[in-house]
């Protein structure tokens, strides 16, 4: 009886959501439509607990493709909603239903073992990467590794430390000056100064755009 109730403590839970669909356009005659995907987890398989990313239907297609070739078909994947050839950015009933069948699929995705420990899904659930850098990334074939690129999602608005003393390391590399303490932190505090004068002038601009892209919001009851 203890046994039964040690191994129910011990469950790990992954919840992930699929929601918000949003118009993106390309240019005046191509547009698409991206989803928010919110994951919640105490699971120790995710670097972070809690995570938002948004991706279009395309980056899901290429999602199952490169799990399955990587799972070298030991088993079948759950299948994505079908890619409708009439689809509408307009109907909301289209949207949402695909939105259901994607947050379905990726529900069985995230409690199969195998797969999570696949990095490009670890990087397509917790990057804002593009499937191309989740490949390079993936592959090693990048100045950061995997873990970095996911705890890097959530930086919006600075640098983090460790990027800002890499700056000031990489500006000193060729420096013969005995006592560079001082002039790292005077370069640290320039780079921060720096970062706070332009987040300050380009505040409204980011606001105007924030509004922009809500005007595309589309709301599903």
């Given at each position: 009886?203890?046994?039964?109730?040690?191994?129910?403590a011990?469950?790990?839970?992954?919840?992930?959501?699929?929601?918000?669909?949003?118009?993106?356009?390309?240019?005046?005659?191509?547009?698409?439509?991206?989803?928010?995907?919110?994951?919640?987890?105490?699971?120790?398989?995710?670097?972070?607990?809690?995570?938002?990313?948004?991706?279009?239907y395309?980056?899901?297609?290429?999602?199952?493709?490169?799990?399955?070739?990587?799972?070298?078909l030991?088993?079948?994947?759950?299948?994505?909603?079908?890619?409708?050839?009439?689809?509408?950015?307009?109907?909301?009933?289209?949207?949402?239903?695909?939105?259901?069948?994607?947050?379905?699929?990726?529900?069985?995705?995230?409690?199969?073992?195998?797969?999570?420990?696949?990095?490009?899904?670890?990087?397509?659930?917790?990057?804002?990467?593009?499937?191309?850098?989740?490949?390079?990334?993936?592959?090693?074939?990048?100045?950061?590794?995997?873990?970095?690129?996911?705890?890097?999602?959530?930086?919006?608005?600075?640098?983090?430390?460790?990027?800002?003393?890499?700056?000031?390391?990489?500006?000193?590399?060729?420096?013969?000056?005995?006592?560079?303490?001082?002039?790292?932190?005077?370069?640290?505090k320039?780079?921060?100064a720096?970062?706070?004068?332009?987040?300050?002038?380009?505040?409204?601009?980011?606001?105007a755009?924030?509004?922009?892209?809500?005007?595309?919001?589309?709301?599903?009851?």
């Open positions: 009886m203890r046994e039964g109730t040690d191994n129910s011990s469950e790990q839970v992954v919840s992930v959501w699929v929601r918000d669909p949003r118009i993106q356009k390309n240019d005046f005659w191509h547009a698409y439509i991206d989803y928010e995907i919110c994951l919640h987890t105490d699971s120790v398989c995710f670097t972070k607990k809690v995570s938002t990313v948004r991706r279009r395309s980056e899901f297609v290429w999602l199952r493709q490169k799990l399955q070739a990587n799972s070298q030991m088993f079948h994947l759950p299948e994505l909603p079908g890619k409708n050839p009439f689809f509408s950015l307009n109907s909301a009933r289209q949207i949402s239903e695909r939105m259901t069948g994607l947050q379905g699929f990726l529900k069985q995705i995230v409690h199969n073992p195998l797969l999570l420990s696949d990095s490009c899904l670890h990087l397509f659930l917790q990057s804002k990467l593009s499937v191309s850098k989740i490949k390079a990334c993936a592959a090693g074939r990048t100045h950061f590794s995997v873990a970095q690129a996911v705890e890097r999602c959530g930086l919006r608005r600075f640098h983090s430390l460790d990027d800002l003393q890499k700056i000031c390391c990489d500006s000193d590399s060729d420096s013969s000056d005995p006592e560079p303490q001082k002039k790292d932190l005077e370069i640290k320039a780079a921060s720096a970062s706070l004068d332009f987040m300050g002038s380009s505040q409204g601009n980011l606001s755009a924030h509004l922009t892209l809500h005007e595309n919001t589309i709301l599903i009851p």
